[in-house]
């Protein structure tokens, strides 16, 4: 039976991903070069390129991306500080899980930008377990964060359930063994999940894979750290 869901948080359950993108767009646009959506879901959330390696992908001069970076950052900060919006059908589908099943975030992000984003969502209580950037030396695409959750939750990957918006995080759950059901978002949409458990349009269609899978007990795969 399946007894742990584990969520990841940006683009999936607050619309952060967009802001993020954006804010780099506009940087990288103020050195004349231009970012696609289609070329960042593909290095940043499919191929888990990171900002700097992008920018110089790009051609942009190599003393430049550092600053750039930073100031970036900075403003995210900033933005994250204030209400992030929730994505349609969180708030609904987490009460409609809680009690029945146990419920963990996986993110990328770090610790403190997690507490930032979500000080009006109200979501953080409905997660027994949060495994951050901070808690882990490989993050996503690698295995370490969701095999980290699992222990943390006590549960085998037989009995979980990964929730995903990208590539990336959907490779670290599969690698972990955990069978995920991808929603995908508005940079996310044309990224190819052939080997996830189900494509839903809205978050709320992981309800009925919750019953669904009920019989599944063995892992996908044995890997381990």
Not at 44 to 64: Q, T, V
Not at 143 to 155: I, M, S, T
Request: aromatic share 8%; with cysteine; net charge negative.
């Amino acid at each position: 039976m399946i007894d742990a869901l584990l969520f990841d948080n940006d683009g999936l359950l607050l619309d952060t991903e967009s802001v993020f993108f954006e804010l780099t767009r506009t940087h990288f646009a103020g050195y004349g070069i231009v970012l696609t959506e289609e070329y960042w879901a593909e290095e940043y959330l499919g191929n888990a390129k990171r900002s700097f390696e992008i920018a110089a992908d790009l051609g942009m001069d190599h003393a430049l991306v550092g600053p750039l970076i930073e100031r970036r950052n900075r403003e995210y900060r900033e933005l994250i500080g204030k209400d992030m919006p929730v994505r349609p059908d969180v708030l609904e589908t987490l009460q409609a899980l809680t009690g029945r099943v146990k419920l963990a975030m996986v993110t990328g992000s770090p610790r403190d930008q997690i507490y930032m984003m979500h000080r009006e969502s109200g979501l953080l209580d409905f997660f027994e377990v949060i495994v951050t950037e901070d808690e882990v030396e490989h993050p996503k695409p690698h295995p370490e964060p969701y095999l980290l959750a699992l222990d943390a939750l006590g549960v085998a990957s037989g009995e979980a359930l990964a929730v995903e918006d990208s590539l990336r995080g959907f490779a670290s759950a599969h690698a972990a063994g955990i069978a995920c059901v991808v929603v995908p978002n508005s940079l996310t949409r044309l990224q190819r999940f052939e080997r996830a458990f189900a494509v839903e349009e809205s978050i709320a269609g992981v309800l009925k894979h919750v019953v669904f899978r009920c019989d599944r007990t063995e892992p996908f795969s044995t890997y381990s750290l």
